[in-house]
């Protein structure tokens, strides 16, 4: 029996402690920290997973998930770098932090595997992509794949492309969101009552998301199913090119990536 601790527990840090927890694993093979004691009260309480100090966790765990923010790294890189050694896999869900980050402040040996999830992980849909350290083993990247598949799917991708994925799949379900929350706004320049634009907006975004994971068809086609010869939908393609929709998607990824470049380099 492996233990697994989660220092961080916060959106994600929680989220994975609740789909490990689902996927079968026991409350007594978990671990967490968290910096604020009523936090860590409500956490216990709601999952029966016992809450310590960051030593703790380093001392107890076979696998240290790190869910802080990039900006809280520090303390908690200090914390652990007395006390974990090669026997224990550090998994990092920060974004921008590379895994030479950790290698170079924990005792020679340790591995480490970066990890970019996101937040659909609440409902066991992350997408979570995983990259390698230089310590870490093909053993190490399966037991990785293995406890994220609890909270969704999983691919391995070279670490050179993480800030690419952070921009893409990790910030990616905020974009989504925003633009439902656009559709939706549109629904009320249109005179609809909020909760049915609502309805209507987030019923066809799950059915597209569906049609685009469970037909295998390229977006463009599933697009102009939808684009009738001198219909409806064309006239409103027409206005997103002419307001530049797709140019702006590539400079907003662009930015997000140089971002994540940046919150990587700040402890270099
Ligand atoms: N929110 C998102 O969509 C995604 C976040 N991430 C990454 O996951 C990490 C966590 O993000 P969130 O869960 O959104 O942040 P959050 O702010 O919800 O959670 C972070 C938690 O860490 C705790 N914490 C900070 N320092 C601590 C310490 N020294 N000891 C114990 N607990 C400490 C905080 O109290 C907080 O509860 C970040 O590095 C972020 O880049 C990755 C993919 C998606
Ligand atoms: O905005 C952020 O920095 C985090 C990382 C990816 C998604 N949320």
Request: a negative charge.
């Amino acid at each position: 029996m492996s233990t697994i601790a989660v220092v961080g527990a916060g959106k994600i840090g929680e989220s994975l402690l609740s789909g490990l927890l689902h996927g079968g694993r026991g409350a007594d093979e978990l671990l967490f920290t968290e910096r604020h004691p009523e936090r860590s009260a409500e956490l216990t309480a709601r999952y029966g997973v016992a809450g310590v100090e960051v030593a703790e966790a380093a001392k107890r765990a076979d696998v240290l998930v790190i869910a802080v923010k990039p900006q809280d790294i520090e303390p908690v890189l200090d914390e652990l770098a007395p006390l974990v050694g090669p026997d224990t896999l550090v998994v990092s869900l920060c974004a921008g932090l590379p895994t030479s980050l950790y290698e170079r402040r924990l005792a020679a040996g340790v591995p480490v595997v970066r990890v970019m999830p996101n937040t659909p992980m609440v409902v066991g849909e992350a997408m979570s992509a995983i990259s390698a350290g230089s310590h870490a083993t093909a053993e190490h990247l399966a037991l990785v794949t293995e406890l994220l598949s609890c909270v969704g799917q999983v691919i391995e991708v070279p670490e050179t492309q993480q800030d690419a994925v952070t921009a893409l799949s990790g910030s990616g379900p905020a974009y989504f969101f925003y633009l439902v929350e656009a559709m939706i706004d549109a629904g009320i320049l249109l005179g609809l009552p909020r909760a049915v634009s609502e309805k209507l907006i987030i019923q066809s975004a799950v059915g597209a998301g569906k049609m685009l994971a469970e037909t295998g068809e390229h977006p463009v086609i599933l697009r102009e199913a939808v684009t009738s010869p001198a219909g409806t939908t064309i006239n409103a393609i027409r206005e997103l090119e002419k307001h530049g929709v797709r140019a702006a998607l590539l400079a907003a990824i662009e930015a997000a990536r140089d971002r994540s470049e940046e919150l990587g380099k700040a402890h270099e």
